[in-house]
């Protein structure tokens, strides 16, 4: 007989020795360990740390945002992970030295600690995302003593549009920009709703049809940066990404002119061919845009039943920004009605 389990006051009954494990499958056992352990880090050896590598203002402000906020989790997801396994080692129930008592239910001092902490974690978060959210706003203009660079961008299915009205020129799939230089985003859709997101420079803004929203980013190292769709759109959302041209401001002047000396303009007939579904469309500049081609998209769907446009433009209410504002034509709507 065995010695009796002090923690049930029963006997143990007796038993046969477990037999020993088969060396094959102590080696087997070991081996399929080891890939268990490796076949993650071979996995993320194929992922590109985009997010972690920024090459910009505030895409190096959004990764600290992140590392903080992780670390602060990790401030209770590590503590608990590690006492998960060691209290299921002390309190195993081949250790017969460990205290047992299975009546206790209660202590102040574990209570206080276990709730104080998260609390406190979820106070800096909250007022560090209050913080954040203000600070890295993408309505909010970068502060600067260079003059933003504005571009108008138009997703279509499955490419983008980037339209310069200051330098009357647009591309498609391609983005170029000067270094050290703020640029604005006047972002829209042609039809269905999109995500327009360049990971090393920061925040992703959405680009939805008969609305237009705003995003400001700086590039602070030259360098060719990957854009894509970061919302599924169809059949050719995987192939929807553009490369954006981080250059000098002398190399981006060379694209501005190498765009005005292109011989394809960018004519309304030339923009209703482009809203036609395609895949993989390839660069292309365009030297001539027609005027107005950015309101009359934001504008496509906001006309009365007689075809007249709702919306109107007028200078906008917001100072220094150059842009204009959508306003309801009073008019329109009760001829409408």
Request: charged share 15%.
């Amino acid at each position: 007989m065995r010695n009796p389990d002090p923690r049930s006051g029963r006997a143990a009954t007796a038993g046969p020795p477990p037999s020993p494990r088969s060396p094959l499958i102590a080696r087997f056992l070991r081996r399929a360990s080891l890939v268990a352990a490796a076949g993650p880090l071979v996995l993320l050896g194929g992922c590109n740390m985009a997010l972690l590598a920024p090459k910009g203002d505030i895409g190096v402000q959004e990764k600290n945002l992140i590392l903080i906020a992780l670390g602060l989790m990790l401030l209770v997801v590590i503590p608990v992970i590690l006492l998960t396994l060691w209290f299921a080692w002390r309190y195993r129930a081949s250790n017969t030295n460990a205290t047992y008592a299975p009546r206790w239910s209660h202590s102040t001092v574990i209570e206080v600690v276990v709730w104080s902490i998260p609390c406190v974690i979820v106070l800096t978060l909250g007022v560090l995302i209050w913080r954040t959210t203000h600070s890295l706003d993408p309505y909010r203009p970068i502060e600067s003593q260079v003059k933003p660079v504005h571009v108008d961008v138009v997703a279509l299915n499955w490419k983008w549009l980037f339209i310069y009205p200051d330098y009357g020129v647009a591309s498609v799939n391609q983005l170029a920009i000067p270094v050290d230089t703020p640029v604005e985003f006047n972002l829209t859709a042609e039809s269905l709703m999109n995500s327009f997101f360049i990971p090393q420079l920061g925040s992703q803004v959405y680009a939805m049809p008969a609305m237009q929203t705003k995003l400001h980013l700086i590039a602070n190292e030259p360098g060719v940066y990957a854009g894509r769709s970061a919302a599924f759109s169809g059949r050719g959302f995987s192939d929807m990404h553009f490369d954006t041209l981080a250059k000098s401001r002398a190399d981006f002047d060379a694209w501005i002119a190498q765009a005005k000396a292109s011989p394809t303009m960018l004519s309304r007939a030339a923009y209703e061919r482009l809203t036609q579904p395609g895949e993989k469309t390839p660069v292309t500049l365009y030297s001539n845009v027609a005027p107005g081609l950015f309101d009359g998209v934001v504008g496509k769907y906001m006309r009365d039943v007689h075809g007249n446009p709702i919306c109107g433009t007028v200078p906008s209410a917001v100072p220094g920004s150059g842009a204009p504002a959508l306003t309801l034509n009073r008019n329109a709507i009760l001829a409408a009605e």
